[in-house]
């Protein structure tokens, strides 16, 4: 009774119906990952879709996708179903040990992203010209602390030299932030932050990604926390191990065992 209940959980997570339909709901959700911004306050979500749809996007976790625990039960279902494949493959892993190790990178590779789901952040951190700030704002509309404070030294921006005052803003050539970063009232760490540019500390990176358009006061920097990381590097490195393996280092047929196969066939 057991084993029959083990074989069809066994050929349930191996059917490949079941990986083609999780495929699809996981490039379904990352693609509206990627239309619409993630990280971002409810107010602006309200003000550039309106008040209803910005609701349903934080109900349904729209509003980020790669933390939303649907998103990341589909990474889970999709985790154990590329496992108890592999399991399968080490009966005869001398065989198959390359495919088994291109699945290996894959498992770690979703491993790595179901770490950052669970427990990797995202959010937007507002600071004013020589103030330091230590609290940033979730993508799940909370607040949440630092154990170092972000120093807003220097707001710089920079114009195309054909740029007229009346049009300045849509003259921009570049925007950038000189950070400190302070941790236990020592000044531990300094960078000019710019597009592309991060500072990274403690695991968290800054972003810069927005700032005052007004009077130029504060700048705005993405946090983002991705524990997964090494998890994908790590994973990537195997699965083009595994790639190189099964293209390039084919194991020699036996010349006999081709001849009894052609004769077979006459």
Avoid at 65 to 88: E, G, K, M, N, Q
Wanted: proline fraction near 3%; glycine fraction near 8%; hydrophobic fraction near 45%.
């Amino acid at each position: 009774m057991l084993r029959k209940i083990k074989e069809r959980i066994i050929k349930f997570f191996c059917s490949i119906p079941l990986v083609i339909v999780l495929l699809g709901l996981i490039i379904i959700g990352s693609a509206l990952g990627s239309c619409i911004p993630q990280g971002l306050p409810l107010a602006e979500y309200s003000a550039k879709y309106g008040i209803a749809r910005a609701q349903l996007f934080f109900l349904l976790g729209l509003n980020d996708v790669y933390h939303a625990p649907w998103f990341i039960a589909l990474l889970s279902l999709l985790w154990l179903s590329l496992f108890t494949c592999t399991l399968r493959q080490l009966k005869s892993w001398r065989k198959s040990f390359r495919s088994i190790i291109t699945h290996l990178g894959l498992l770690v590779i979703l491993l790595g992203a179901l770490v950052t789901g669970a427990f990797g952040e995202k959010g937007f951190l507002m600071v004013y010209e020589g103030h330091s700030q230590d609290v940033f704002l979730g993508a799940d509309n909370k607040f949440r602390n630092l154990d170092f404070k972000i120093y807003l030294d220097d707001f710089e921006i920079e114009w195309y030299d054909s740029a007229s005052d009346n049009k300045r803003e849509s003259r921009i050539k570049d925007f950038k932030s000189k950070i400190v970063v302070i941790d236990n009232g020592k000044a531990v760490a300094a960078k000019i932050v710019r597009v592309n540019h991060p500072l990274t500390y403690k695991g968290f990176t800054f972003l810069q990604s927005s700032y005052d358009k007004k009077e130029y006061r504060w700048t705005g920097l993405e946090v983002v926390r991705d524990p997964g990381a090494p998890f994908v590097y790590s994973g990537f490195f195997l699965l083009n191990i595994g790639i190189i393996l099964i293209f390039y280092f084919r194991p020699k047929r036996n010349i006999s065992e081709d001849v009894v196969y052609e004769e077979a066939n006459q």
